[in-house]
Structure formats: C-alpha cells, structure tokens
C-alpha cells in the first residue's frame, strides 16, 4: 500500500513542533528540579526582578507572604528550599492569592509546594503564602526562576532567608558567597595574560582547544608547575561567572577535590572546595591556598595561587603526588556569587595524569568516548542506512523490479540490507549510554524515554516484516500500512531524540549550528521525498492521457519509463552524496567536542 510522501512531512512537522514548544501553560514540572526552563540557550545573569517577604522569622505552621515583583515578565516559577541545602527538594507548600497568574504545582512528594504561571499574559507582581511545615529546616530561603520571553529568563533569582526562632545565622550555602570565598593570603592583581611558553618543558598544562593561547578570548587554560614542596597553578578561560577544576581518582563527579574561581561583583574570590555526587560544591571554611591573584579583561576570568604538594591537615585536600582525572568546568554566576550549574559537560582529561610528574602539554574532551560512539552511530543509521532505505523502497520497485540479487528483486534486497544495518547500528548505539553511565540517567530529560521507545520500534519492525503476507493475500494491505506507520513513526521518534539528544551536556554540539544542520537534513528527506512524489504522480498522468491512442500506449508506457529510470537514479545519487556530507558534518562535530 503506498501513501502519500506529504504524509511524512506533515507527521514530522507535528512532532518536531511538539518537541519545541514551551510550558505557557505554566505546567513545568520537569523544571521542579533544576528550576530551568525547557527552553534552550542561558539563562541571564542579572536579575532584574526581586523576591520579598514579610518577616525575617518563622514558625511551623506559619504563613509567610512572599512578593515576587519587576519589569513585565510572561512565566515564572517559585519554590523555597533548605538555606543550607539549596539542591534538595522544596520545601513547604504555598497559598495563592491571585488565582488569574499562578497556580499550584506538586514537586516530588510534597503537595502545592512550588508557584507558577497560569498563561503568558505579560505580569509585573506575584504574591502567594508560604506555610510552614512541621518538619521545617532551620532556614528557609525562597528561589525564583523568571521568564521575560521565550528566551530570555532567571534562573534560581535568590530571595531573602528566614529562619525559626533562635536559631543562629545560617552557616553559608552551597552557592558561592564573598565570605565562604575569601582567601586566608592577601590577595593581588595579575597584571597581564597567562603564557603558554613553559608548556610541556617546566610545567604540566591542560588546554582546550589543543595548543590554544591562554591570552585568547577562546582557550580554556589551566598549569601546574611545581615549585620545591609546593605547586603554583594558574587557571585561564572565557568566563564571566566561574572556573573550576577538579582532581578525581575516575571521570565521575563526586568525592573530588576541587578549586573554584569565581566572579563576585567584578572580584574573583578563589576557594576551596569537596564534590559530593552530582551536587553544588562544599566550599571550605578554612582555606589552604596562598599567593592568590586574579584578572579580569578581554572576556577572560583569570585566577593563579600556589598550594602544598601535601596538605595533611585540610581534610578533603588530594596529595600532589598521586595520579588523577582532571575535570575543568566554567559556568555562570549570579551578582552575588550564586555558582549555576555548568552549561555543557566538563573537559575531562583522557587519563590519569601526575601534575608533578613529567611536564606535559594535554587536552581532554568534553563528551565520553562512549557516548560520542552512541551519537555517531545513530547518525549513521538515522540520516544514511534508513533514510536511503526508505527512498529505495518507496520509489524504486518498479525501477529496479526486473533485476535481481541472490534470488531476490534488487530494490528488496537493497532495502533489507539497509534496514537491518539499521536495527545492528541501533542496537549497538542504545547499550553504550547504559554501559557509560552504569544505569540509567536522571539528567538526560526526555531523550531517553523517546530512545528506548525508538528501539522497541526499531526491533518490532523486522519482526513484523517475518510474517508479510504473500502479495495478493487478503491482508498484505493490512499489513503494508502496519509496515509504513511503524516505520515513519520510528524516524520521526527519532529524529526528535537526535535533536533533544545534541544538546545535552555529554554531547553538546556546536549551538545553534548542530541545530540548523538537524532542520537542514529534515528539509533535506523531505523536499527529496516530494520531489520523487511529484515525478512519480507527473508520470502517471502523462501515461494516463495518451491512454486513448492504443497504437502510441505500449511506445510511451517504455519512454515514460526508461524517462523516471534515468531521473530517479540522478535523484538517489545526488541525496545520497547529500546524506553523507550531513552525516560526516555531524561526526566531525562530534569528534571534536
């Protein structure tokens, strides 16, 4: 049975529209986490809008009125969390006082414990109640996420803390504050530019790109050069919130020792700092780093200090002198020291490496091996081997109907051996995220869920094709729309996950880029598919109309034919060539990250 190749186009369309559209609606609770919007690009760094309350104090069951207040903003998101603990769940539940802008929303296991909007309808103020539970933290502080437009918003805009009678100040939050950061040394200003030069011969150094100038507006920089018992680092990269790096015994996050710089109202503050888990830093109260210095200038945050190669009295402080994984991460920052989580994956180094050992110059990559083979794979598949399968199926039977391979019809047998290239590349490409991350993944949204469904779909499909009726049994039409609705749906499934997939941290492609060779592959299989329809329909009608004159029908029907042969193969050709310039855009994309 075939249908239309508009069709096609217009399930994708609506699919590729769902997948982009925003939450007007205000129902985000895939944000109850993160606070981010599902939006793409960054959030600002700063807040133009403002949180406020009614009192410094509380107690459980008291009602607290929070204002949330600023130039017109469309959506928005309010929670309150541990002032100590701001990567746990929200905590309490809210009242409204305006039901027209906000509405209630469940997060985790707690009822109505965060706010958000009920449409875009442009808004200047907020107010709700805030209740206190029973079992409420000492401190309490209340977080915003604003949307101005689609693309421009707040996240995690910090309000003020309060706290239950007689409780003492809060000990300093997980975010970076001047205070937690301060340096026990003085601290002095660097007066001019890293350099590269001792790279390799009198220091170790890490950057990214390979060979980058630490002096340049795009190379991530970071040096270790020991110095008699001590080691001098210097850190370098195009950041205005913060850089961080970190020594770790494997390439996950968590029981790390780590060092932060951080912009602070036009200062950087240099700290300390333990990584547990995939949470915000522990900074340290005391601070074990001396001759610290710092710049700011042409777009690069620039921090250097000096550390002991052993540091036994600094518990959570790795010894200089053992081989570790070396992460090195920037991210944004807000005005007052609040360290957002990274935007894309970390550089990680390859191997284990000795900062005092032999002096080397490395580079690292910012997407695991594992997962960079899970996205070549399925690029190869889903752009090359099923995409140039359907064509052959859907255009070239009556094309190559009259040749035959192993016994089979040739546009069958070409057909086949694409599709089940497909489900091996498939197959093989789904276990490797798995394999990676030891499970599966919290961080990852949707793109899971839609990829295990793009399997199950993917599998069931040559299983299907195992029980094709004969071609003039009564269910073969049954059967060939089963055929095509499945497999349409797979493409377009998966064509949605490549898209969610490419921005994800552990493989963040060049943005937007990666996004406009994504749509630019879509126009491309879709216009191809067209065009075939078209000169297929083109031909029908012009047998159709010399179809009176039976002494000329027999001579057509052959031109007509040897006509579409000719046409379809330069078509094939040309989308063919077309399909593996995308698809070594994408692997060189992704070998480069």
Known sequence: MEL??????????????????????????????????????????????????????????????????????????????????????????????????????????????????????????????????????KHIQFLATVVKKYRIFWVKIPGPIVSQPDVLSPTPPLHATSEAMSTSQPVSYISK?????????????????????????????????????????????????????????????????????????????????????????????????????????????????RRGIRLPAYKGRFNLDTSYYIFLADGEASEGGLIYKHRRQPLVTNGLYKVTGLPQDIGGSRAPRLIKAHGALMFVA?????????IVARFFKPVWSHSFLFGKE????????????????????????????????????????????????????????????????????????????????????????????MDLPALDLPDPWDTYAMIGFVAWHVGTDVLLEIHSYCLVRKVEVIEDDRVQILQSLTSAEAEGRLFKQIVLTIYVCGNIVFLVAFLIAINQV
């Not at 599902?38 to 133009?48: D, M, V």
């Not at 029981?255 to 036009?266: I, P, Q, S």
Request: hydrophobic share 40%; charged share 15%; glycine share 8%.
């Open 4 to 137: 239309p190749g508009f069709a096609v186009a217009v399930w994708m369309f609506g699919c590729l529209y769902a997948s982009v559209v925003g939450y007007p609606n205000g129902k985000v609770r895939e944000a109850c986490t993160s606070m981010v919007p599902c939006h793409g690009g960054s959030p600002q760094l700063s807040p133009e809008h403002t949180i406020t309350v009614n009192g410094t104090e509380f107690k459980p069951g008291d009602n607290i009125e929070v204002h949330l207040s600023g130039p017109d903003f469309e959506g928005f998101f309010i929670q309150a969390r541990d002032a100590e603990h701001l990567d746990r769940p929200a905590v309490g539940s809210f009242v409204l006082a305006d039901r027209r802008h906000s509405q209630l929303l469940t997060c985790g296991r707690t009822k109505n414990s965060a706010v958000s909007h009920t449409s875009k309808a442009k808004k200047k103020d907020i107010k709700v109640y805030w209740i206190a539970p029973e079992a409420a933290p």
């Open 193 to 305: 530019p890293f350099s590269a030069s001792g790279c390799g011969i009198t220091k170790f150094c890490i950057r990214n790109p390979t060979n980058c100038d630490p002096g340049s507006a795009s190379c991530f920089f970071l040096s270790f050069q020991q110095e008699g018992s001590s080691v001098f680092i210097e850190m370098s990269g195009p950041s205005e919130g913060y850089l961080a790096f970190a020594l770790s015994q494997d390439q996950w996050m968590g029981g790390d020792d780590a060092y932060l710089c951080v912009n602070v109202d036009h200062h950087v503050h240099v700290s300390t700092a333990h990584l547990k888990e995939r949470s915000h830093p522990l900074l340290d109260s005391e601070n074990a780093l001396e001759d610290v210095s710092w710049r700011l200038a042409d777009g690069l945050l620039q921090c250097s200090f």
């Open 382 to 390: 889903w752009i090359t081997t099923v995409s140039i399968g359907v």
């Open 410 to 501: 040739l546009w069958f047998q070409v057909h086949r051996m694409l599709m089940l290239t497909t489900v091996m590349l498939t197959s093989i490409s789904f276990v490797l995220p798995f394999v990676y991350r030891g499970g599966w993944s919290q961080q990852a949204g949707f793109h899971p869920y839609l990829g295990c469904a793009v399997m199950a779909l993917t599998i069931f499909q040559p299983l299907m094709a195992g029980f094709r009726p004969s071609r003039h049994a009564p269910r073969r039409q049954l059967f060939n729309w089963f055929h095509w609705s499945t497999g349409t749906t797979a493409r377009i499934l998966a064509v949605v996950t490549m898209f969610l997939g």
